[in-house]
């Protein structure tokens, strides 16, 4: 079992940025090899934002605005959100999976093994 723990999220005015952090309880391949993060705003579906693998460390982007980073020694894997927008405004969500990644896990969250509880994103126009 793997567990996810985000940290991160609060409010931030129009164009402002925040910088998500994801760190895993364990760092083995049996469990995951990619962790995501997607978001979740009230009354919508879960959608992807970014993911990187964690081997190679390849990422892939639904938001062209944000990066996704790793640090393996600690764990964790960051977003950093520039330029956020009122729509932004959403709980963002990690989750690692162990045979899915890129544009596939982001399109298809229930291909996901794990999941964090979620930091909540609040953008003021």
């Known amino acids: 079992q793997v567990q996810l723990v985000e940290s991160g999220g609060g409010s931030v005015q129009a164009g402002g940025s925040l910088k998500l952090s994801c760190v895993a309880s364990?760092?083995?391949?049996?469990?995951?090899?990619?962790i995501a993060w997607f978001r979740q705003a009230p009354g919508k579906g879960r959608e992807g934002v970014a993911a990187?693998?964690?081997?190679?460390g390849s990422s892939w982007y639904v938001d062209f605005r944000h990066n996704i980073s790793q640090d393996t020694t600690k764990n964790t894997v960051y977003l950093q959100m520039n330029s956020l927008k009122p729509e932004d405004t959403a709980d963002y969500y990690c989750a690692a999976a162990k045979n899915y990644c890129g544009t596939l896990l982001l399109s298809e969250p229930n291909r996901a093994d794990y999941w964090g509880q979620g930091t909540q994103v609040t953008v003021s126009s």
């Open positions: 990187i693998h964690r081997s190679s």
């Open positions: 364990q760092d083995s391949r049996r469990y995951y090899n990619c």
